[in-house]
């Protein structure tokens, strides 16, 4: 069976410090893979999605970047962190065509 | 564009109760449509889906209506219980080519009352 991992769950970083966050999919190969933002209380933001190693599409401009370096693997990068970068990530992936998006179980990122 | 900056509405309803939940959706070309629950701290889990050639669809006390005229999707639950409070959200496939990721609507609370 397919799973989603991502790591760490909770991250307090300071203002200007860099960022990772990681995220791997088992069980499966070639699939679409995406990074969420959650503001507390609000909806899901896309911020980027990959349908391949080394595709990435964004689709907000911001302070984070993303890679994916190998078919199953998804990082989140930030080079120095805003205040504004506070919030939950969620990766998430699905399969190729009309199918359904597993998430994983979130990364609570503060910025302080 | 994407839902963020909105507060949660919130749908508060008795135990037992059946419980409805709305989103709608903008862009005529979306095919697939998902709705997710998510609880507190959690990443959202799928409940039932549905395709653009169908109207309604059920699930183990869900259903999910689809009325493209309109571009509402509407979620039902039966038999409301506490396990059910969390917060739900509508998502849409936009077909768009070389475009799969779902956009997901604002979402809505729902407390159920004991």
């Known amino acids: 069976s397919q799973t989603i991992h991502q790591w760490p769950a909770t991250l307090v970083q300071p203002v200007g410090s860099p960022l990772s966050l990681e995220c791997t999919v088992e069980g499966t190969s070639n699939p679409n893979l995406y990074w969420y933002r959650q503001a507390a209380g609000r909806g899901l933001q896309l911020l980027f999605y990959s349908v391949g190693i080394g595709q990435i599409s964004s689709e907000v401009p911001q302070n984070l970047s993303a890679s994916r370096p190998q078919d199953r693997q998804f990082i989140l990068s930030s080079k120095k962190l805003l205040l504004s970068d506070s919030g939950f990530y969620l990766c998430a992936w699905n399969g190729q065509g009309n199918t359904e998006a597993f998430f994983g179980q979130g990364t609570r990122l503060t910025v302080v | 564009g994407e839902s963020v900056g909105l507060h949660l509405p919130t749908l508060s309803v008795q135990e037992g109760d059946n419980s409805i939940i709305n989103c709608a959706y903008s862009n005529s070309a979306s095919d697939y449509f998902i709705w997710y629950k998510q609880e507190s701290g959690k990443g959202p889990q799928f409940i039932i889906d549905?395709?653009?050639?169908?109207d309604k669809r059920q699930g183990q006390r869900v259903t999910v209506l689809l009325n493209k005229t309109v571009k509402h999707l509407s979620l039902q639950i039966a038999a409301t219980q506490p396990g059910d409070s969390a917060v739900y959200f509508c998502a849409e496939n936009r077909g768009d080519t070389g475009r799969r990721a779902l956009t997901f609507g604002s979402g809505t609370r729902l407390q159920v009352q004991p």
């Open positions: 549905i395709r653009s050639n169908m």
